[in-house]
């Protein structure tokens, strides 16, 4: 009787962050939004979901904020609280 050996290869499926094609076991899924991606250092993946890349451009923006501005924001915001608590407590 002659035995063969098949081999299967791995389904391969595209990264959602860098494009490239992974097989399923290295790519990751953010509980989050539910990208995903392989992070995979032989690709050189950046591994960046939906909401690592709005997290980045949201901290981009706030840092081309000016100082001042973030400052009397919460200034502001602080105000703002205790008129509220104020108007509660009378």
Known sequence: MLATNVLA???QVSCG???KACSEDELSTCPDCGDTFCGSAKTNCKALCSCDRLAMELADRLADLRPGFVARLIIGARQLAHAVRGK???
């Open 9 to 11: 290869f791995p389904v």
């Open 88 to 90: 509660l407590a009378a």
């Open 17 to 19: 962050s860098c494009g």
